[in-house]
């Protein structure tokens, strides 16, 4: 009999248990799904940055740490720690940072650890460039691609929607396309490179350029 009492007394227990867990996991996760969905927060609320991370001050007084999936500033040559900025602007020095002569160069990325310098004319004499320290890497269509498509000397730049570190978007100018007869090609800068698209305008006789 004081066994039955014993393991009556341990299931009751165990409930018991079992339904204050029950009811605590709802607040525990409510403020979990608080801290991560803050909406009105903006750059002004920051009071802590990292490479990869933002910690902000919420309205209630806490604090919230956004963790990137990728790092959104660097140190700078005086090591200050400065956010990536892709938009484009114009090129105003005569050589890259690794020495290359700009002539002919209309664009660079803001500020980044790298550079991407985008030219007026697209060509195997004026290719993109990417320059990150003492590396450096250049890309263009070969020519006679570029005269296939008919993509010649029109360059247009053109703003885009952008992800800020600041859990918000803002329109920056950051595609150059250079337009032909039969194709488009755009270079979109981002933080760390260019992305190359070539739109096609018709159904192309072969696959191969």
Avoid at 18 to 31: G, H, I, N
Avoid at 73 to 92: H, I, K, Q, S
Avoid at 145 to 168: C, N, R
């Amino acid at each position: 009999m004081a066994r039955k009492k014993s393991l009556a007394k341990k299931i009751t227990a165990l409930i018991a248990s079992f339904m204050l867990v029950t009811a605590m996991v709802p607040e525990f996760v409510f403020a979990e799904s608080q801290l991560v969905t803050e909406k009105n927060v903006t750059e002004a609320d920051v009071t802590e940055k990292t490479e990869a991370t933002t910690t902000y001050e919420l309205s209630s007084g806490k604090l919230m740490t956004v963790f990137h999936s990728d790092d959104v500033r660097f140190r700078d040559d005086n090591g200050m720690l400065t956010d990536y900025d892709p938009e484009l602007e114009a090129v105003e020095d005569e050589e890259s940072t690794g020495g290359r002569d700009l002539f002919g160069y209309a664009f660079e990325n803001r500020e980044g650890d790298s550079k991407q310098y985008l030219p007026q004319v697209i060509s195997e004499e004026t290719p993109v460039l990417l320059e990150k320290g003492d590396a450096s890497i250049s890309m263009s269509p070969a020519d006679e691609t570029l005269e296939a498509l008919g993509i010649g000397q029109s360059l247009m730049t053109e703003e885009a929607e952008v992800e800020t570190p600041y859990q918000s978007t803002e329109e920056k100018l950051v595609d150059a396309r250079y337009s032909g007869e039969n194709a488009d090609l755009t270079y979109r800068s981002e933080d760390k490179g260019v992305k190359e698209s070539l739109i096609l305008k018709e159904r192309p006789a072969s696959n191969t350029f």
